[in-house]
C-alpha cells in the first residue's frame, strides 16, 4: 500500500504563493508519474498539474498555466506543487496522486492511489 502525505497548505491572500509537497512511502516512487488535484466545496475534483517518471514532462490545467509549477525530486519521493499568484477561486483542498500509466492526465480514474489532502485558501 502506496502512502502519499501532503503538508503545506495554509491561509494565503490574493496574489500570494505557497509550496505544496506530497512525500510518498513507495519506494519506487520515480517509476511513476504523479498529479496534484483540487476540489472545492461543492465541486468535483478536478486536475490541477501532471509530472512524467523523470520530471522531463510536465501538464497544467489552463487554470493555472503560468502560475503554478509542478517538479519532483525522486531521491526524496517527493513531488512539489508552487503556487504563485493566487486567487480566490484557487481555494480547495489540494491531493497529490500516483499513477503508474497515464494516457490522459484529467480523469481521477486514472489514479491508483491518493493522499489525504491539505487545504488552501486564498482571502481576497
Known amino acids: 500500500q502506496v502512502q502519499l502525505v501532503e503538508s503545506g497548505g495554509g491561509l494565503v491572500q490574493a496574489g500570494g504563493s505557497l509550496r505544496l509537497s506530497c512525500e510518498a512511502s513507495?519506494?519506487?516512487?520515480?517509476?511513476?508519474?504523479m498529479a496534484w488535484f483540487r476540489q472545492a466545496p461543492g465541486k468535483e475534483r478536478e486536475f490541477v498539474a501532471g509530472?512524467?517518471?523523470?520530471?522531463?514532462?510536465?501538464h497544467y490545467a489552463l487554470s493555472v498555466s503560468g502560475r503554478f509549477t509542478i517538479s519532483r525530486d525522486n531521491d526524496k519521493k517527493t513531488v512539489f506543487l508552487q503556487m504563485n499568484s493566487l486567487k480566490p477561486e484557487d481555494t480547495a483542498v489540494y491531493y497529490c496522486?500516483?499513477?503508474?500509466?497515464?494516457?490522459?492526465?484529467?480523469?481521477?480514474?486514472?489514479?491508483?492511489?491518493w493522499g489525504q489532502g491539505t487545504q488552501v485558501t486564498v482571502s481576497s
Open positions: 513507495e519506494r519506487t516512487f520515480r517509476t511513476y508519474a
Open positions: 496522486a500516483l499513477a503508474s500509466v497515464v494516457s490522459n492526465w484529467y480523469p481521477p480514474g486514472q489514479y491508483d492511489y
Open positions: 509530472i512524467s517518471r523523470s520530471g522531463a514532462n510536465t
